[in-house]
């Protein structure tokens, strides 16, 4: 359990530098743990007084006579080191230092922290924070809120982490308001120990969270997350995990001489681990609620198919339009179902999708409609939408959802519209674990992140590729050209790298001359391309460097005249190595492939659509290397444009199965090789299915690396 029962069940805590002042955060922490209940033994700490809200207090950790769990600090960061200390020598068994002043302020800050993580990690002491609000476990039989927020929110099964102190305290309102319960709620602040994946660890092995919330602002660990993530997602018992990540609109691309460096921004890269461990990401905070509470009535949607049971037309309207926009569809119904549905409404109703059961429903009618339309098969769960009318009863329809809830594996989802005329229905399908929401569009986007869940749960696992690479001829091209100063492969050394992993390139040759360019083409039969090949001209068609699809001798000499014409307009100083002379590609769809790389998290690879189109359409994907087979195929069928390689209007399909080869053999070379920067293929040429892809241009960027890092 990663040892962190003793944060968050433990037996006694003492509160160092409890103040007997109201206000101060010693003092209000203090009061918070007293008055919320805690059902085990609190010690206050603090020199200068006898006691802290009529509890004896102690002068310090070592005077305490019996043993203590869980450490609070509210002391600055000198005292705190030495409250460490004291701690480690009591054998206190975990720490949560709630003060700020630590690396979030300075050098001085840092140098203190790391000083108390090391002396933590000696003595085998978990520390949550510093810099944090605190931790809360609200379950009746600890009942503890170790923080300076004074409301002790209700037990339940979701559990919240929170980077943001400040932002804990306006969620524990937001909770309060809707009756909202936790298993566990922890900030983590400055995560100088404890973070997110150890609690991730922690709270899918404790059997009271069923569901996991995390408000993030910075990850620090990259692979690692996402391997271990994907574990507490799709295991044997999974945990929903969802996410929501400050700073979304932040562009953070960098400034790269490829696309896919250009393309790569900060969120690129959290999209791609969110997708490669099955977290669920979500725009708001109340998104975050409403998707929670989906998630905790432990259903999941193994279809998207749903029908709607509603009173109103118009929220039937809302409820249909935004069922589709969350990636669902509106069930069709068996003829069984029409019929049934027919017997038991007045002629006037609608017994098709939406099922409209008319403004003057009583619950035998809305508990007859929802009997028939969750018994279909066709049918995958259903949203059943209560506007409050003359002859409404919102607490018997509830009661009545709740008896077929009851009986069936599917999930229910409810909008009861309205506050104070349906409050009583809403409690009653809460208490029963219900999800009910204020608008239709809430509950159809819950039901669509069900079915994105359920999708992640229930995926198909491919058998990996069983690839051999020729690592040591790689990294002789790349040494070669580090060795001779460059910071780039010419497209000709480009071509040789990728054919060391499997890659297939086109026939080519570098003409130092316009003769050698004329029997070049000639050996390799026409139509042939002509490309400029220098270290300093990476954008080539920019230089006017290209020339495509020559198809005589006569064609060859001029277009080499003019490309090195074109070059040296184009860049004086440039060092021109030679003219590339290649076979023209069969036909294909083009598409990019691409790596840039991250500082923690490592190679980012890219695929989208190719050509010109990269930079237009920006129709890409992004995951975290390693990647296998599997995932290789969920960044091809992630495109926007993945229609278009699967043959439309009759084109023919694309070969899908070479290009999710390439996209594992393009993991393993930048994996291999951490001298490579950034590297685009563009354009791959995919062509027909069974017929493979070829490289029809490449740019690879190098950096040296240091000898231990590498």
């Known amino acids: 359990m990663e040892n962190l029962e003793a944060i968050f069940s433990p037996k006694s805590v003492a509160v160092v ?143 919240f982490i929170s980077q943001s102190g400040a932002l804990c305290t306006s969620v524990l309102d937001f909770a309060a308001e809707r009756d909202f319960g936790f298993s566990k709620f922890i900030s983590i602040g400055n995560k100088a120990d404890v973070d997110e994946l150890d609690l991730l660890r922690y709270l899918h092995q404790d059997e009271d969270t069923q569901v996991i919330m995390i408000y993030l602002e910075e990850l620090r660990r990259g692979p690692e997350f996402i391997q271990e993530v994907k574990k507490i997602t799709s295991g044997d018992r999974p945990t929903p995990v969802l996410v929501i990540k400050s700073g979304r609109t932040a562009a953070g691309a960098q400034a790269a001489s490829s696309h896919t460096g250009s393309l790569a921004g900060s969120e690129s890269v959290y999209n791609a681990i969110f997708q490669q461990a099955g977290i669920i990401r979500v725009d708001s905070i109340e998104e975050l609620f409403n998707f929670a509470s989906a998630f905790a009535c432990r259903k999941t949607a193994t279809g998207n198919k749903v029908a709607i049971v509603t009173n109103a037309g118009g929220p039937g309207i809302v409820a249909t339009d935004m069922t589709v926009s969350s990636g669902l569809q509106l069930a069709r119904f068996h003829e069984e179902t029409v019929e049934a549905l027919s017997s038991h409404l007045p002629a006037t109703a609608n017994v098709h999708n939406p099922v409209d059961v008319i403004g003057d429903a009583t619950q035998e009618r809305y508990e007859n409609a929802l009997e028939a339309v969750i018994k279909d098969e066709n049918v995958d769960g259903a949203l059943v939408v209560l506007t409050p009318q003359s002859m409404t009863n919102a607490l018997e329809t509830a009661k009545a959802i709740v008896k077929i809830d009851k009986k069936t594996h599917k999930p229910i989802l409810c909008c009861f519209m309205g506050t104070f005329d349906v409050s009583a229905g809403v409690k009653v399908l809460q208490e029963n674990q219900i999800p009910a929401y204020r608008f239709p569009e809430h509950a159809a986007q819950a039901f669509g992140a069900l079915y994105r869940y359920s999708a992640w749960l229930n995926r198909q696992h491919l058998a990996q590729f069983d690839l051999k690479h020729d690592t040591d001829t790689a990294r002789e091209i790349i040494r070669k050209a580090l060795d001779e100063g460059r910071r780039s492969l010419t497209e000709w050394e480009g071509g040789e790298l990728l054919r060391c992993y499997g890659f297939q390139t086109l026939p080519s040759f570098i003409a130092k001359s316009r003769q050698e360019a004329v029997q070049y083409a000639q050996s390799l039969t026409f139509p042939v391309v002509l490309k400029v090949v220098s270290p300093q001209i990476l954008h080539k068609s920019d230089a006017k460097g290209v020339k495509i699809n020559l198809g005589s001798a006569e064609e060859v000499a001029a277009a080499y005249d003019e490309i090195l014409e074109n070059a040296k307009a184009y860049n004086p100083e440039a060092e021109i190595l030679g003219v590339l002379v290649q076979k023209m590609a069969p036909p294909g769809e083009e598409v990019i492939l691409g790596m840039t790389r991250y500082p923690v998290f490592g190679p980012l690879l890219m695929f989208g659509l190719g050509g010109i189109f990269v930079e237009i359409f920006k129709d890409v994907v992004f995951r975290v290397a390693p990647i296998g087979r599997n995932e290789a195929r969920r960044m091809i069928r992630g495109i926007q444009g993945h229609e278009m390689l699967q043959g439309v209007r009759g084109r023919p399909a694309a070969d899908t199965l070479s290009l999710e080869r390439f996209l594992v053999c393009l993991s393993d070379l930048v994996l291999d090789h951490p001298e490579i920067s950034e590297l685009d293929i563009n354009p791959m040429l995919v062509h027909e299915k069974g017929q493979g892809a070829t490289v029809a241009d490449c740019r690879i960027l190098l950096e040296p690396v240091e000898a231990e890092d590498a």
């Open 17 to 159: 530098g409890a103040s007997t002042t109201p206000g101060k955060v010693g003092h209000d922490i203090f009061a918070n743990i007293l008055k919320g209940g805690y059902t085990g033994t609190l010690f206050p700490v603090n020199p200068k007084a006898k006691s802290v809200l009529s509890v004896k207090a102690y002068p310090s950790l070592l005077e305490i006579p019996d043993p203590v769990d869980l450490a609070i600090l509210v002391l600055p960061p000198k005292l705190a080191l030495l409250a460490v200390e004291e701690a480690a020598e009591k054998g206190v068994k975990g720490l949560v230092i709630v003060s700020a002043g630590f690396r979030e302020v300075g050098e001085e800050g840092r140098r203190i922290e790391d000083q108390i993580v090391a002396k933590c990690r000696e003595e085998g002491i978990r520390l949550v924070g510093p810099n944090c609000l605190g931790v809360i476990n609200p379950n009746p039989a600890v009942r503890m809120n170790a923080s300076f927020s004074n409301r002790m929110p209700a037990s339940g099964h979701i559990s």
